[in-house]
T-cell receptor, first 118, second 115 residues
Framework: GAVVSQHPSRVICKSGTSVKIECRSL??????MFWYRQFPKQSLMLMAT?????????EQGVEKDKFLINHASLTLSTLTVTSAHPEDSSFYIC??????????????FGSGTRLTVV | DQQVKQNSPSLSVQEGRISILNCDYT??????FLWYKKYPAEGPTFLIS?????DKNEDGRFTVFLNKSAKHLSLHIVPSQPGDSAVYFC??????????????FGKGTLLTVNP
């Protein structure tokens, strides 16, 4: 089945530094990738949708200059949290959509990244 | 505004019994509905889905029912097993309007199946 690799799984960084999270589709081409954020005991909140070769579409309230998304190839999307602050500490999850499977089956999630900003 | 609602934050059932997880939605444009299972510190894994043209979809122990008029769906797990213990998320997407079929998630229901 479709596999999405996300890393790092866990990262601790100092306040003010930047952190990059990678999301790769291993055995399919993902023209669309999604980035989510999950707070404890909360839902997965969509942050942005990225399409290969074009600018990401950010959800309302998400700072595009703070959460930089790059989707340079059909198998790789990256999320960079710039100038991280403790309030950015969260669980970040990516999802890649396999168009060949249609909207009922085509979403595969990465294993998530636990970001802690100290 | 929560477009997908899972009003029960937790559910506890005995092994072998039926688990019923409920989900309500408000956006009438949603036409695809998916259920995911999630363990702590892991990404969601797909369980079962249904499109709005159907009212039932079954896959082994899992059945999803959709009531479009009530904007309500439910996931039935029978028989429930201790390994089913996890958080279950309901998600919905709209196929039109250039939305890229992005998923909107509920807050999840923690299912505990007791041996």
């Amino acid at each position: 089945g479709a596999v999405v690799s996300q890393h790092p799984s866990r990262v601790i960084c100092k306040s003010g530094t930047s952190v990059k999270i990678e999301c790769r589709s291993l055995d399919f081409q993902a023209t669309t990738m999604f980035w989510y954020r999950q707070f404890p005991k909360q839902s997965l909140m969509l942050m942005a949708t990225s399409n290969e070769g074009s600018k990401a579409t950010y959800e309302q309230g998400v700072e595009k200059d703070k959460f930089l998304i790059n989707h340079a190839s059909l198998t790789l999307s990256t999320l960079t949290v710039t100038s991280a602050h403790p309030e950015d500490s969260s669980f970040y999850i990516c999802s890649a959509r396999d168009l060949s499977l249609g909207p009922l089956y085509g979403y595969t999630f990465g294993s998530g990244t636990r970001l802690t900003v100290v | 505004d929560q477009q997908v609602k899972q009003n029960s934050p937790s559910l506890s059932v005995q092994e072998g019994r039926i688990s019923i997880l409920n989900c309500d939605y408000t956006n009438s444009m949603f036409d695809y509905f998916l259920w995911y299972k999630k363990y702590p510190a892991e990404g969601p894994t797909f369980l079962i889905s249904i499109s709005s043209i159907k009212d039932k979809n079954e896959d082994g122990r899992f059945t999803v029912f959709l009531n479009k008029s009530a904007k309500h769906l439910s996931l039935h797990i029978v028989p429930s097993q201790p390994g089913d213990s996890a958080v279950y998320f309901c998600a919905a997407s709209a196929g039109s309007g250039g939305s890229n079929y992005k998923l909107t998630f509920g807050k999840g229901t923690l299912l505990t199946v007791n041996p």
